[in-house]
């Protein structure tokens, strides 16, 4: 595994895991943080969150399978847990907050189980410790009441990266709650071998209980694939943890509402 000389300096690194690539992004100060983006297949650049890089230092994983990242042939979430340890491991940080979004709070989950010990605190936004049968149904319904089922299904049928992004973007106002044109600019991209993954449906809520880091969930109110309910079991599920609902967002909670979102995250964290 190559060490960058200074893997917190801002701007991007590089660090091999198991001679895979895998990149990182670091901006801000105090604090570290590692943010897991969505997806699976998602890039990086939508989850960016200036205000929140006042105040502590984000490292911003570029997943495996994505932008100019690695490639394998396993992306299950054994692979991503893997590769974030990789990242955490050359931080030369004692303890780092993780933020996991949607499938990046799958990863962050699965991390907090078996590495909770590097951890200063949990962050899991707009994420569920299940998936499967009624997890899905519940989604497609709101994304059919949307109006957005025709595109949603042609970014699960994409056969390449670019339909996928193409299909992503035509789908982005169902992630909202009050869409914005202007968000239409967001740099969106997708990238199909991860999102092609498949897999077991997730659940750890039986193991729920045993994540000893200290916790903070955020949901918005509109989400239509993560919301309040999803993050109310975390609540119940994770002893201590915080519950912050967004009243006013969707899936996207750090750009429809970045001060709430930010003012929750700095009083966990302790840098408000």
């Known amino acids: 595994m190559s060490i960058p000389s200074d893997p917190l300096?801002?701007?991007t690194h590089t660090v091999s895991v198991g001679g895979v690539d895998q990149r990182y992004h670091v901006a801000g100060a105090g604090p570290v943080c590692v943010v897991h983006p969505g997806g699976p297949g998602l890039g990086w650049e939508y989850l960016r969150m200036p205000d929140l890089?006042?105040?502590?230092?984000?490292?911003?994983?570029?997943?495996?399978?994505t932008g100019r990242s690695g490639r394998v042939r396993d992306y299950g979430l054994g692979t991503y847990v893997r590769f974030l340890h990789g990242v955490i491991e050359q931080l030369a940080a004692p303890s780092v907050y993780l933020l996991g979004h949607s499938h990046g709070g799958f990863v962050a989950q699965r991390?907090?189980?078996?590495?909770?010990?590097?951890?200063?605190?949990?962050?899991l936004f707009d994420t569920s410790p299940v998936?499967?049968?009624?997890?899905?149904?519940?989604?497609?319904?709101?994304?059919?009441?949307?109006?957005?089922?025709?595109?949603?299904?042609?970014?699960?049928?994409?056969?390449?990266?670019?339909?996928?992004?193409?299909?992503?973007?035509?789908v982005l106002p169902v992630y909202f709650?009050?869409?914005d044109e202007a968000a239409g600019v967001l740099p969106v991209r997708g990238?199909?071998?991860?999102q092609r993954a498949g897999g077991p449906p997730f659940d750890v809520r039986k193991n729920l209980?045993?994540?000893?880091?200290?916790?903070?969930?955020?949901?918005?109110?509109?989400?239509f694939i993560c919301g309040p309910r999803w993050g109310r079991m975390l609540h119940e599920g994770i002893p201590g943890s915080r519950f912050v609902l967004l009243e006013e967002s969707g899936h996207m909670g750090h750009l429809e509402q970045p001060a709430v979102f930010t003012a929750a995250i700095t009083g966990f964290a302790g840098c408000t």
Do not use: C, K
């Open 191 to 194: 990238w199909i071998a991860p």
């Open 9 to 11: 300096l801002p701007g």
């Open 53 to 65: 890089e006042r105040h502590l230092t984000l490292v911003y994983l570029e997943p495996i399978g």
């Open 111 to 123: 991390y907090a189980l078996s590495r909770g010990d590097r951890l200063a605190g949990l962050i």
């Open 209 to 223: 209980g045993d994540i000893a880091a200290p916790t903070l969930i955020i949901s918005g109110a509109h989400d």
């Open 131 to 170: 998936t499967g049968e009624e997890f899905w149904t519940e989604a497609m319904a709101n994304v059919q009441r949307a109006g957005y089922a025709d595109a949603f299904q042609r970014a699960l049928a994409a056969v390449d990266d670019e339909a996928f992004t193409v299909a992503l973007r035509e």
């Open 177 to 179: 709650a009050h869409y």
